[in-house]
């Protein structure tokens, strides 16, 4: 066995297969000095620049299986019932504050992506706004807002690039190289909500929903932010 997980590169937190020789380390070396100059800025001065990490992710309800007592040494079959369900969420965490913003969807699309990029982006103004500034104010004072997000063909639809770029002027998309998603912060974010409800059983999607709900857009999840984000093979610490 241990023959077999070295010649397919095991590795455990993010993914079976290792996808470092798919990897293009000058475009790894470009972009990581590039999120270390936006996360410089962001510490200094929060007002004039936001860094997003995105990404999409699904949760699914668990498979409840009946166990019986059985002489040691027999085999016997385990039945079990699988309860169907599975929730896609899609958003982001920002660098400063660690703040978290997710939507709820049916389905991951470039048409979706727009809309909740959208929401996402009249939240932020919101926030911004507060009640000492105007709303209108934003695009002339406000920061400007890096999102950084994979190449998912999703994200890259020139139809709504193109809405992006004209109705949110602050938004900024930096798409990561590619098979490097162990420079998205967000992963730590998925991965630590999964670790959270894998041992829950859930009567309905319903639950799941709500307590996602209470982990990611209420601030309830607890995280180590110093644990690396060891990704595919490499152990990279995004921030």
């Not at 590795?11 to 470092?20: G, I, N």
């Not at 009249?122 to 190449?151: H, M, Q, T």
């Not at 829950?200 to 984000?229: P, Y």
């Amino acid at each position: 066995m241990r023959r077999i997980l070295k010649s397919k590169k095991y590795v455990y937190l993010w993914a079976k297969y290792s996808l470092e020789e798919k990897q293009d380390p000058e475009k790894r070396k470009l972009f990581k000095a590039k999120l270390e100059e936006y996360l410089r800025i962001t510490k200094e001065s929060p007002e004039k620049l936001q860094v997003w990490f995105w990404d999409e992710c699904g949760f699914s309800l668990r498979v409840t299986r009946r166990k019986d007592w059985v002489k040691k040494g027999t085999r016997k079959k385990v039945s079990g019932i699988r309860r169907k369900g599975r929730i896609n969420v899609m958003g982001g965490i920002r660098y400063s504050d660690k703040k978290r913003l997710v939507d709820f969807l049916p389905k991951g699309t470039g048409e979706n992506f727009y809309k909740v990029l959208k929401n996402f982006y009249e939240e932020v103004i919101y926030d911004w706004a507060g009640e000492d500034r105007s709303v209108s104010e934003f695009e002339k004072d406000g920061p400007k807002v890096v999102i950084i997000l994979d190449n998912a063909s999703i994200h890259k639809k020139e139809e709504f690039t193109e809405k992006i770029k004209l109705e949110m002027p602050n938004l900024v998309l930096e798409f990561l190289p590619e098979y490097s998603p162990d420079y998205n912060l967000v992963e730590l974010v998925w991965h630590s909500a999964k670790e959270f409800i894998s041992n829950r059983l859930f009567k309905s999607i319903e639950d799941l929903e709500a307590l996602i709900n209470k982990l990611l857009n209420e601030g309830e999840l607890a995280i180590n932010w110093h644990r690396k984000v060891k990704n595919k093979g490499s152990a990279i610490d995004a921030i």
